[in-house]
């Protein structure tokens, strides 16, 4: 189905820009001349998109475009403007109306082409982020190029690595995902790479590994970074000769295979820690996209909620108060969590106007839990209560250091005496927990720095600072 595009148009300039865009055929295009018009056309239709000129808008253009993100949240705004300031509000796209007709018109079919893409991957938002995603996803897509996705967990890493499949040569092929934390390291290699009958004890028949199953597909490789140093060696010999060994077999398995990685770690910081390989970091990484959490992208929150409402055809609203706390709350499982979210939402308020008190009362129930929670994986309930006691210390300590910088730097003389100094007594406590908590790590693996460090959940050279910094042998 073709996009649709809403445009306002009551001068020459803009109608001339809209009929170049209509010759064009993509998308359709809907005309009206007043602001009433074209609000009272958004709420009852779904657009793609709504193009206008700012002067046009007129005096209250601003409260208009914030009405706007809240009624159309699924409608990209394109405002044609020049020199205006157009602060507090999203626009998807501001183009110079100074510019050359078909320079405009051009930047506007760019747009169109970006929201197309980002549309059949099924993801949905006006951030500059997700545009740059989409700009990168063209670019490769066609190619064989590595590509690597970095960003936290519930993001939507794998909708990325779906749309560079659906976009390139290989979308007649499999696409395969595997989640390289959720399968223990003995049997990783088997499941990529297969095994012959007997090679193992247990293995009691041949087995195909996902590389030779996403022949001339594509193979996504989840959490990357969770793979053990010995089989990333393995892994880059496959990327390297485009063949490989199955577990117990002598002869090798050539495939035609395209690989994308994806990782919610800081890569670099594990090559530095000796974590992961370098050449293949290297090889894995010759294109990054990169996904911010939610939180560092709001302008997507209400497009995704517009987006999943729609589809499950929900027949509640937000109210303004609702939706500001929607904006305002941290997201720490990000798009994930915000889904999950709306499936208790649906649950609890299946009709009507939804509150900010009912939005919170869910927000204080499972999100404030979540947020407790160590994103990370394959350790003991006894080591994340232990890192989670050291991270709250050390984000304590941040915050106490804030303040008395803050008070400092804002509380001069008051009335004829002056301010006495914030007191360090909490900082000081403070380090003597860390000490205790670090010299209590060190000791109980007999010195052995590497495992300390895992245990605390903090690098090697974090650790080694701390040492220093106590005395600690």
């Known amino acids: 189905m073709a996009e649709t595009l809403l445009a306002l148009v009551d001068d020459s300039h803009t109608e001339t820009v809209v009929n170049k865009i209509r010759k064009r055929g993509d998308p359709q295009v809907n005309i009206v001349d007043s602001r009433a018009e074209a609000l009272r056309l958004l709420a009852a239709e779904r657009y793609d998109f709504f193009v206008a000129d700012y002067n046009s808008l007129g005096e209250g253009a601003l409260p208009?475009?914030?009405?706007?993100?809240?009624?159309?949240?699924?409608?990209?705004?394109?405002?044609?403007?020049?020199?205006?300031?157009?602060?507090?509000?999203?626009?998807?796209?501001?183009?110079?109306?100074?510019?050359?007709?078909?320079?405009?018109?051009?930047?506007?079919?760019?747009?169109?082409?970006?929201?197309?893409?980002?549309?059949?991957?099924?993801?949905?938002?006006?951030?500059?982020?997700?545009?740059?995603?989409?700009?990168?996803?063209?670019?490769?897509?066609?190619?064989?190029?590595?590509?690597?996705?970095?960003?936290?967990?519930?993001?939507?890493?794998?909708?990325?690595?779906?749309?560079?499949?659906?976009?390139?040569?290989?979308?007649?092929?499999?696409?395969?995902?595997?989640?390289?934390?959720?399968?223990?390291?003995?049997?990783?290699?088997?499941?990529?790479?297969?095994?012959?009958?007997?090679?193992?004890?247990?293995?009691?028949?041949?087995?195909?590994?996902?590389?030779?199953l996403a022949d001339r597909g594509t193979l996504l490789l989840d959490e990357i970074g969770e793979m053990q140093v010995s089989l990333q060696a393995k892994l880059l010999r496959a990327l390297e000769t485009k063949s490989f060994f199955p577990l117990g077999a002598r002869k090798p398995v050539k495939v035609d295979v395209r690989v994308v990685t994806a990782t919610n770690r800081d890569l670099q910081r594990e090559v530095e820690e000796g974590r992961f390989r370098i050449d293949l970091y290297y090889r894995i990484g010759v294109v990054t996209i990169t996904l911010k959490r939610l939180a560092d992208r709001p302008e997507d929150i209400l497009p995704i909620v517009a987006r999943y409402l729609d589809r499950v055809k929900a027949k509640f609203v937000f109210s303004p108060e609702a939706t500001n706390l929607l904006l305002k709350y941290s997201w720490p499982g990000n798009v994930r969590e915000l889904a999950n979210f709306l499936q208790r939402l649906l649950l609890t308020a299946p009709s009507g106007e939804i509150s900010r008190d009912t939005v919170a009362s869910l927000l204080d129930k499972y999100g404030s839990d979540d947020r407790t929670l160590p994103v990370v994986t394959n350790i003991t309930p006894e080591q994340s209560g232990y890192r989670l006691i050291y991270q709250a210390l050390l984000n304590l300590a941040n915050e106490i250091v804030d303040m008395k910088r803050l008070l400092t730097e804002r509380l001069g003389e008051v009335s004829n005496g002056r301010v006495e100094p914030v007191a360090t007594t909490a900082g000081g406590e403070l380090e003597v927990m860390e000490e205790k908590l670090i010299k209590d790590a060190v000791d109980r693996f007999g010195g052995n720095r590497k495992q300390a460090a895992a245990h605390l959940g903090i690098g090697e050279r974090t650790l080694y600072r701390k040492l220093k910094k106590y005395d600690i042998s």
């Open 64 to 212: 208009l475009l914030k009405r706007l993100n809240r009624m159309t949240s699924l409608t990209d705004l394109i405002i044609l403007a020049g020199g205006e300031t157009i602060a507090g509000v999203t626009v998807d796209l501001v183009i110079d109306r100074t510019l050359p007709l078909s320079d405009i018109c051009e930047t506007i079919a760019e747009a169109f082409k970006i929201r197309r893409l980002l549309k059949r991957a099924g993801i949905f938002g006006h951030s500059e982020n997700l545009r740059d995603a989409a700009r990168l996803i063209e670019q490769v897509a066609a190619t064989d190029i590595s590509v690597l996705i970095i960003g936290p967990s519930g993001t939507g890493k794998e909708l990325v690595a779906r749309a560079l499949h659906d976009n390139s040569p290989r979308r007649q092929g499999e696409y395969i995902s595997i989640n390289c934390a959720s399968i223990p390291e003995t049997l990783l290699e088997s499941e990529l790479f297969g095994h012959e009958k007997g090679a193992f004890t247990g293995a009691d028949a041949k087995r195909i590994g996902l590389f030779a």
